[in-house]
C-alpha cells in the first residue's frame, strides 16, 4: 500500500473522530458563543476533511489496479462517513437546532441523549479503528524496510568475505606461478648439466677406444 495514502488515512481517521466528539458536544451546549466557536471548529475540521478525501482520491487512482481498487473501496466508506458528519453539522446549524434539542431532551431525557450520541460513537469507534490498521501497517511497512536492510548488509558482507577469498586466491596463484618459473629454471639447469655430462663421458669412451687403438696397433706391429 502506498505510504503517502497511509499518511492521508491517518490524519483523516484523527479529524473524524475528533469532529465526532465536537458534534457529540456541541449538541449539549446552551451557551450560544461556546456553541458557535464549536461550529466554526467543526466547518474548518469539515473543510480539512473533504481536502483529505481529495489527496487519498488522487493518490488512488495514481496507483496500479490491483493496489487501487482496494483503497477506492475504502475511500468510499470514508466519504460516507464525512457525509454523516456533514448532515450532523448541518443538523445543529439548522434554525430549529436548539428548539429540538430542547424538546428532545425534555421529553426522552438522558435516554434521548444517548441514543442521538449513539451513531456518533459508532464513527468513532470505526475511525479509532482504522487508525489502529493504519499503525499496524505502518509498523508492518517499516519491520519489512528494516527485514531488507539486515538482509542488504548480510549480502554486502558476503560479497567482502569472497573479494577477500578472491584475492588471497590470487596472492596464491602468483605464488604458484613464482614457483613453477623457479622449478623452470632449475629443470632447464639440470638440463644443460645433463647434456654436458654426456658430452664429457662420450669425449672420455672416445679417449678410451684410441688409446685401445693405438694399444693394439703398436702390439701387431712389433
Known sequence: MSEVFEGYERQYCELSANLSRKCSSTSHLSDQDQKQQKLSEIKVGLDDADVLIRKMDLEARSLQPSVKANLLAKLREYKSDLTKLKKEFKRLTSPTADQAAREDLLEAGMADAHAVSADQRERLTMSVERLNDSSDRIRESRRTVLETEELGVSILQ?????????????????????????????????????????????SLIGALVLAILIIIFYKLSR
Open 158 to 202: 558476503d560479497l567482502h568475505q569472497q573479494r577477500e577469498t578472491l584475492l588471497s586466491s590470487h596472492k596464491k596463484l602468483h605464488g604458484v606461478d613464482d614457483a613453477i618459473d623457479k622449478s623452470k629454471k632449475v629443470l632447464t639447469t639440470m638440463s644443460r648439466r645433463i647434456t654436458r655430462n654426456k658430452w664429457i663421458v662420450a
